[in-house]
Protein backbone atom coordinates (compact mmCIF):
# COMPACT_ATOMS: atom_id res chain seq x y z
CA UNK A 1 0.00 0.00 0.00
CA UNK A 2 1.40 3.40 -0.96
CA UNK A 3 0.51 6.57 1.62
CA UNK A 4 -0.33 9.49 -0.45
CA UNK A 5 -0.47 13.13 1.30
CA UNK A 6 -3.71 15.26 1.05
CA UNK A 7 -2.73 17.13 -1.95
CA UNK A 8 -4.52 19.46 -3.75
CA UNK A 9 -4.46 18.65 -7.48
CA UNK A 10 -6.21 19.71 -10.61
CA UNK A 11 -8.50 17.11 -11.55
CA UNK A 12 -7.77 16.80 -15.24
CA UNK A 13 -4.70 15.05 -16.94
CA UNK A 14 -1.58 17.10 -17.27
CA UNK A 15 -2.26 16.92 -21.18
CA UNK A 16 -6.27 17.32 -21.61
CA UNK A 17 -5.32 20.56 -19.05
CA UNK A 18 -2.81 21.77 -21.52
CA UNK A 19 -4.89 21.39 -24.42
CA UNK A 20 -7.85 23.22 -22.99
CA UNK A 21 -6.14 26.42 -20.69
CA UNK A 22 -6.86 28.64 -23.52
CA UNK A 23 -10.47 27.56 -24.03
CA UNK A 24 -10.88 27.02 -20.52
CA UNK A 25 -10.07 31.11 -19.47
CA UNK A 26 -12.19 31.70 -22.71
CA UNK A 27 -15.27 30.41 -22.21
CA UNK A 28 -15.43 30.31 -18.75
CA UNK A 29 -15.02 34.63 -19.00
CA UNK A 30 -18.00 33.96 -22.08
CA UNK A 31 -20.49 31.63 -19.67
CA UNK A 32 -20.06 34.58 -16.65
CA UNK A 33 -21.16 37.36 -19.12
CA UNK A 34 -23.95 35.30 -20.61
CA UNK A 35 -25.50 35.15 -17.58
CA UNK A 36 -25.35 38.75 -17.19
CA UNK A 37 -27.02 40.01 -20.09
CA UNK A 38 -30.64 40.62 -20.04
CA UNK A 39 -33.63 39.75 -21.24
CA UNK A 40 -35.60 43.16 -21.63
CA UNK A 41 -39.17 41.53 -21.49
CA UNK A 42 -39.37 39.68 -17.89
CA UNK A 43 -41.89 41.31 -16.17
CA UNK A 44 -39.73 41.10 -12.81
CA UNK A 45 -36.18 43.41 -12.97
CA UNK A 46 -35.09 42.61 -9.91
CA UNK A 47 -34.64 38.93 -9.67
CA UNK A 48 -31.06 37.88 -9.05
CA UNK A 49 -29.30 35.72 -11.61
CA UNK A 50 -28.61 31.94 -10.50
CA UNK A 51 -24.87 31.43 -9.72
CA UNK A 52 -22.00 30.46 -11.82
CA UNK A 53 -19.38 28.66 -10.10
CA UNK A 54 -15.90 29.56 -10.42
CA UNK A 55 -14.52 26.50 -11.34
CA UNK A 56 -13.92 25.28 -15.15
CA UNK A 57 -16.87 23.65 -16.14
CA UNK A 58 -15.41 20.02 -16.72
CA UNK A 59 -18.24 17.62 -17.49
CA UNK A 60 -18.75 13.96 -18.76
CA UNK A 61 -20.51 13.00 -22.03
CA UNK A 62 -23.43 11.97 -20.00
CA UNK A 63 -23.35 15.54 -18.32
CA UNK A 64 -23.60 17.88 -21.52
CA UNK A 65 -26.40 15.66 -23.02
CA UNK A 66 -28.18 16.05 -19.40
CA UNK A 67 -27.54 19.60 -19.45
CA UNK A 68 -28.45 19.55 -23.33
CA UNK A 69 -32.00 17.62 -22.20
CA UNK A 70 -32.95 20.25 -19.32
CA UNK A 71 -32.48 23.21 -21.50
CA UNK A 72 -34.53 21.37 -23.84
CA UNK A 73 -37.25 20.97 -21.21
CA UNK A 74 -37.38 23.94 -19.87
CA UNK A 75 -37.38 25.89 -23.35
CA UNK A 76 -40.60 23.84 -23.92
CA UNK A 77 -41.96 24.91 -20.28
CA UNK A 78 -40.79 28.65 -21.63
CA UNK A 79 -43.04 28.44 -25.24
CA UNK A 80 -45.81 27.12 -22.94
CA UNK A 81 -45.90 30.06 -20.44
CA UNK A 82 -45.41 32.50 -23.61
CA UNK A 83 -48.71 30.57 -24.49
CA UNK A 84 -50.39 31.09 -21.54
CA UNK A 85 -49.69 34.85 -21.56
CA UNK A 86 -51.01 35.30 -25.34
CA UNK A 87 -54.01 34.11 -24.83
CA UNK A 88 -54.97 35.36 -21.47
CA UNK A 89 -57.57 38.44 -21.34
CA UNK A 90 -57.36 41.37 -19.70
CA UNK A 91 -59.71 40.27 -16.72
CA UNK A 92 -57.39 38.14 -15.77
CA UNK A 93 -54.88 40.35 -14.19
CA UNK A 94 -53.40 38.81 -11.09
CA UNK A 95 -53.21 35.15 -12.72
CA UNK A 96 -51.45 37.35 -15.85
CA UNK A 97 -49.16 38.07 -13.51
CA UNK A 98 -48.34 34.62 -11.59
CA UNK A 99 -47.81 33.70 -14.76
CA UNK A 100 -45.25 36.20 -16.00
CA UNK A 101 -43.30 36.11 -12.80
CA UNK A 102 -42.90 31.89 -13.18
CA UNK A 103 -41.91 32.80 -16.87
CA UNK A 104 -38.95 35.06 -15.44
CA UNK A 105 -37.91 32.10 -13.27
CA UNK A 106 -37.99 29.65 -16.13
CA UNK A 107 -35.94 32.11 -18.60
CA UNK A 108 -33.39 32.80 -15.52
CA UNK A 109 -33.03 28.94 -16.02
CA UNK A 110 -32.63 28.68 -19.38
CA UNK A 111 -30.14 31.45 -19.31
CA UNK A 112 -28.06 29.40 -16.89
CA UNK A 113 -28.31 26.66 -18.65
CA UNK A 114 -27.17 28.53 -21.46
CA UNK A 115 -24.04 29.47 -19.87
CA UNK A 116 -23.23 26.10 -18.38
CA UNK A 117 -23.43 24.88 -21.58
CA UNK A 118 -21.39 27.33 -23.53
CA UNK A 119 -18.74 27.14 -20.84
CA UNK A 120 -18.95 23.22 -21.00
CA UNK A 121 -15.81 21.42 -21.64
CA UNK A 122 -15.99 18.24 -22.00
CA UNK A 123 -13.62 15.39 -21.37
CA UNK A 124 -13.79 11.98 -23.10
CA UNK A 125 -13.05 8.75 -20.84
CA UNK A 126 -10.84 7.20 -23.45
CA UNK A 127 -8.06 10.50 -23.20
CA UNK A 128 -7.43 9.73 -19.34
CA UNK A 129 -4.60 7.97 -17.93
CA UNK A 130 -6.28 4.47 -17.50
CA UNK A 131 -4.29 3.70 -14.50
CA UNK A 132 -5.00 6.87 -12.44
CA UNK A 133 -8.10 8.41 -11.06
CA UNK A 134 -8.56 11.38 -13.22
CA UNK A 135 -12.30 13.26 -13.69
CA UNK A 136 -14.38 10.35 -15.72
CA UNK A 137 -13.11 7.58 -13.28
CA UNK A 138 -15.27 5.37 -11.73
CA UNK A 139 -13.11 4.21 -8.31
CA UNK A 140 -13.50 1.30 -5.82
CA UNK A 141 -12.75 2.66 -2.52
CA UNK A 142 -12.27 0.51 0.86
CA UNK A 143 -12.09 2.84 4.33
CA UNK A 144 -10.14 2.20 7.27
CA UNK A 145 -13.46 0.42 9.18
CA UNK A 146 -14.13 -1.83 6.21
CA UNK A 147 -16.14 -0.12 4.65
CA UNK A 148 -16.37 -0.48 0.10
CA UNK A 149 -17.50 2.69 -1.35
CA UNK A 150 -18.16 3.20 -5.47
CA UNK A 151 -17.67 6.81 -6.63
CA UNK A 152 -17.71 8.08 -10.61
CA UNK A 153 -16.13 11.48 -10.36
CA UNK A 154 -18.39 13.91 -12.55
CA UNK A 155 -18.96 17.32 -13.58
CA UNK A 156 -19.88 20.30 -10.93
CA UNK A 157 -24.29 20.18 -12.18
CA UNK A 158 -24.32 16.22 -12.85
CA UNK A 159 -22.73 15.28 -9.42
CA UNK A 160 -25.57 13.30 -7.14
CA UNK A 161 -23.49 11.93 -3.87
CA UNK A 162 -26.07 9.90 -2.96
CA UNK A 163 -26.36 7.76 -6.26
CA UNK A 164 -22.24 7.69 -6.46
CA UNK A 165 -21.49 10.72 -8.56
CA UNK A 166 -19.14 12.99 -6.68
CA UNK A 167 -17.94 16.18 -8.47
CA UNK A 168 -14.67 16.99 -9.38
CA UNK A 169 -14.20 19.76 -7.00
CA UNK A 170 -15.45 17.59 -3.43
CA UNK A 171 -12.47 16.72 -1.15
CA UNK A 172 -12.98 13.55 -2.06
CA UNK A 173 -12.36 13.62 -5.86
CA UNK A 174 -8.96 16.14 -5.36
CA UNK A 175 -7.62 13.60 -2.74
CA UNK A 176 -7.76 10.83 -5.19
CA UNK A 177 -6.30 12.49 -7.64
CA UNK A 178 -3.38 10.74 -9.44
CA UNK A 179 -3.82 7.59 -7.22
CA UNK A 180 -3.60 4.31 -8.45
CA UNK A 181 -4.66 0.97 -7.53
CA UNK A 182 -2.92 0.29 -3.88
CA UNK A 183 -2.53 3.59 -2.96
CA UNK A 184 -4.50 5.64 0.32
CA UNK A 185 -5.88 8.90 0.73
CA UNK A 186 -7.56 10.75 3.11
CA UNK A 187 -11.35 11.49 2.73
CA UNK A 188 -11.77 14.68 4.68
CA UNK A 189 -15.46 15.04 5.54
CA UNK A 190 -17.55 17.16 8.11
CA UNK A 191 -17.63 13.72 10.52
CA UNK A 192 -14.23 13.40 10.21
CA UNK A 193 -11.26 12.21 8.00
CA UNK A 194 -10.93 8.95 7.47
CA UNK A 195 -8.37 6.90 5.35
CA UNK A 196 -9.20 5.06 1.60
CA UNK A 197 -7.66 2.55 -0.50
CA UNK A 198 -8.51 2.20 -3.93
CA UNK A 199 -9.05 -0.44 -5.09
CA UNK A 200 -9.87 -0.38 -8.71
CA UNK A 201 -10.30 2.25 -11.59
CA UNK A 202 -11.96 2.23 -14.44
CA UNK A 203 -13.20 4.54 -17.20
CA UNK A 204 -16.58 4.08 -20.03
Known amino acids: MHIRSDRIAHPAATSIRLHWADARSDRFRMSRA ?5 DGDDSTGDLPELPISEHPNYVTP ?9 LDDTSRRLAALDAEIAAASEDDGGERVGVQLERAHVHRDIRWLQARILGAITIAPERQPADRVAFGA ?3 LIDEEGHEHRYRIVGEDEADPEHGLIS ?3 PLARSLHG ?6 AVWKRPAGDLSVEVLAIEYG
Open 179 to 184: ARVGDS
Open 62 to 70: RGMALLRSR
Open 138 to 140: RVE
Open 168 to 170: WVS
Open 34 to 38: FVKEG
